[in-house]
């Protein structure tokens, strides 16, 4: 009898300890390229992976403050976004996890980085409209749909309201024009006061930050 007391309380601390190492499943749960680490990138590779030991309760928060990695070819080089999607592909397929229940990922967006959160097409400082704006928007999107939360920095949004209607990224005065520079973002973005200060928030309550 007291053998059978005892089993059931090893077994709930084992399961326990597997919780605090990060996971129940063995690396990789999935494959990212449909292939096997050792035929993708030869024999050994899987006994040489370390996998994660935290795989619940991850939170990050993620900096953007550039527009493009290579200006001579912008529209092909989002900066962070393909980071970004990494990351999502790291949690979700390889170690099995799940947006919103084991991890949260939220974006801030300031500066040059602040042209993310606008649609493609909108309105300038004129009221008229703009197209070309942000050819980034569909995989912004795509990101928001995999659970990934934008907030847009109130001091760039500043800046952006202070431009000549000339500039890609001029948004138009509401009090002088009658359009909302708000209605200019996509859609599911929201806000921060500043970008910097909504930053170190969310560090402080528990998000690792990541620069790309």
Do not use: W
């Amino acid at each position: 009898m007291i053998g059978l007391v005892s089993m059931p309380v090893f077994a709930d601390d084992g399961d326990k300890d597997k919780k605090a190492k990060g996971g129940n499943n063995e690396c990789p749960v999935g494959l990212v390229r449909g292939i096997s680490m050792d035929d993708e990138f030869g024999p050994g590779t899987q006994a040489l992976t370390k996998c994660l030991e935290k795989r619940h309760d991850v939170k990050m928060v993620v900096q953007i403050n550039q527009f493009c990695t290579n200006t001579a070819n912008c529209a092909a080089s989002p900066y962070g976004l393909g980071n970004i999607r990494n990351i999502l592909d790291d949690y979700e397929i390889t170690h099995g996890m799940k947006a919103g229940k084991d991890y949260k990922m939220v974006v801030v967006l300031h500066s040059p980085g602040g042209r993310m959160a606008l649609k493609d097409v909108g309105l300038n400082a004129d009221g008229a409209e703009v197209s070309g704006r942000n050819p980034f928007e569909g995989t912004i999107r795509g990101l928001m749909a995999r659970g990934v939360k934008f907030y847009f920095c109130q001091n760039t949004t500043r800046a952006f309201l202070s431009q000549p209607a000339t500039t890609i990224t001029s948004l138009p005065k509401y009090l002088l024009t009658g359009e909302s520079a708000t209605a200019q973002m996509i859609e599911g973005m929201e806000y921060t006061t500043a970008g910097l200060t909504s930053i170190a928030d969310f560090q402080a309550r528990g998000y690792q930050y990541i620069q790309p």
